[in-house]
């Protein structure tokens, strides 16, 4: 007979007490997991609709950081992912607020939702702290 199959045998006949766990408490930081935190940068961007030809489309983003030294990566993607516009800014040559413009072409831009996505880093002496902002909005078809 195996040794497991013997242990289970032995444990269900009574012979070998079984250690009961105690029930799981719900941890201690629950509560802090649930507080929300404030992510230091915003992306904001109006739904709209596509334009003839190649036009200009704007965003907004803002940084609120205690320090100068920092990036903001910014990148656009099309309802399939495909990536249809990326930004660098860098504090502080960078302004911590701004309206910024893309381009697209009505005829290579597929409708639907966009996603714009920041990625934070800021540099304070020896430590680096870094958030990740989302926003979505839509492009629809021109009426025609």
Known sequence: MSSLLAAVT???AGLVPIPL?????PAADSQAQ?????????LDAADGRLRRGCKDYRYTYAVTTSSQDWTLDIALQDRRGKGVHARSLIGPSDPT???LT???????????RFTLTGVLVSYDGAQETSATVTETFRLRRRNP
């Open 102 to 112: 893309y381009r697209l072409c009505q005829w290579a831009t597929v409708p639907g």
């Open 10 to 12: 032995l444990a269900t």
């Open 97 to 99: 607020t701004a309206v």
């Open 34 to 42: 649930v507080e929300q935190v404030e992510v230091p940068a915003t």
């Open 21 to 25: 766990l105690p029930p799981a408490e």
